[in-house]
């Protein structure tokens, strides 16, 4: 059966949306409950219209099934997907952002016992960053976090990274003690000669700004390792 019709006047085009029954539409299912829905059903109720099942079905084809592929992709990228327009390419951005934000601390400020409690704070945004990124959490006296500051992208070397730029922000809120953290886009959070060399610099910098770098991690896909931990960097 064709499911392109014609008229005089107008083109009518059936789609998966009007065949379904209400209880199986995208937005009825968040609706009822949104964890039991699939990818397809939860694009397709933030794409919305007629055809949001077609396009998110295409979304997810053009993509390879990826969420962190749609997540690293460019409003422009995701607009140039079939039916998808600038303000639809936005609404998705902002929907995933989200989904990201639902992993930041939220109330009183965490408190840093470990290097696993550092991690805990970046580690999946930053395993998502396809370049490398230089993010460092100033703490107060009790080791509370102030803030999370990013001050550097790009390639995380000695000779790139200027380590003034590491402490301003510590010197800026008064912080009299930081914890720095980058990632390896590659998922390996083997620590480079470059890694330690940066340590080495910032370690000695803290010492004499007192302000101390209390560990320096690389996040690595699922994996992340505490450069003070192993001894690198840190005399």
């Not at 914890?179 to 480079?192: E, G, K, R, Y």
Request: with cysteine; glycine share 6%.
């Amino acid at each position: 059966m064709q499911d392109l019709f014609q008229s005089p006047t107008s083109t009518y085009r059936i789609t998966k949306l009007k065949t379904l029954p209400l209880r199986d539409q995208p937005a009825y299912r968040v609706t009822s409950n949104a964890a039991a829905c699939n990818l397809a059903e939860l694009l397709a109720a933030v794409v919305g219209g007629t055809q949001q099942i077609e396009i998110a079905e295409g979304l997810l084809a053009h993509f390879g099934g990826d969420l962190q592929r749609i997540y690293k992709a460019s409003v422009a990228e995701i607009a140039q997907v079939h039916g998808i327009g600038q303000q639809t390419a936005v609404r998705l951005k902002a929907a995933l952002a989200l989904a990201i934000r639902l992993h930041e601390p939220t109330g009183e400020r965490p408190v840093i016992n470990s290097p696993s409690d550092a991690a805990a704070l970046v580690q999946y945004e930053m395993s998502l960053l396809e370049v490398e990124h230089l993010r460092v959490l100033l703490l107060d006296t009790r080791n509370r976090v102030l803030d999370i500051v990013e001050v550097y992208s790009g390639s995380v070397n000695s000779s790139q990274v200027r380590v003034a730029e590491v402490f301003r922000p510590a010197i800026q809120r008064n912080s009299p003690a930081i914890i720095c953290c980058h990632n390896h886009p590659s998922a390996d959070p083997t620590p480079s000669p470059d890694d330690v060399a940066v340590t080495r610099a910032m370690a000695q910098a803290g010492k004499l700004l007192d302000i101390s770098l209390l560990d320096h991690l690389v996040i690595g896909g699922s994996r992340w390792i505490s450069l003070k931990e192993r001894g690198l960097g840190f005399s």
